[in-house]
Nanobody
């Protein structure tokens, strides 16, 4: 599986940003895709979506501000981030796990394939 992220950048607090991820080489129709943020000590799941029914899972910090969506025809996924604050800064990674459970992907992150990451910096 290959994952290519795009859309990161430098924004001010309160701004919005959209991240995109294009996947190739996924051999199953049942999988979960998601976004992770690299924190100083670990990589944290932000939002995940299932290919089976587009069900979603969000971290507490992402709920109400971030929206994850998927385009199955393009094998792509997006993360719309609004009301950004400095604590949202970090490298954001796209991930795919060949199991449709969004919670398993977002909470554990184990067994996933990863992209190279895109930097998001929220600063005034």
């Amino acid at each position: 599986v290959q994952l290519v992220e795009s859309g990161g950048g430098l924004v001010q607090p309160g701004d919005s940003l959209r991240l995109s991820c294009v996947a190739s080489g996924i051999t199953s129709e049942n999988y979960a895709m998601g976004w992770f943020r690299q924190a100083p000590n670990d990589r944290q799941g932000v939002a995940c979506i299932s290919s089976v029914d587009d069900s979603t899972f969000y971290s507490d910090s992402a709920k109400g501000r971030f929206t994850i969506s998927r385009d199955s025809a393009k094998n792509s996924m997006s993360l719309r981030m609004e009301s950004l604050n400095p604590s949202d800064s970090g490298i954001y990674y796209c991930a795919v796990r060949l199991s449709p459970s969004t919670r398993t992907l977002c909470v554990r992150g184990s067994g996933a394939s990863w992209g190279q990451g895109t930097q998001v910096t929220v600063s005034s």
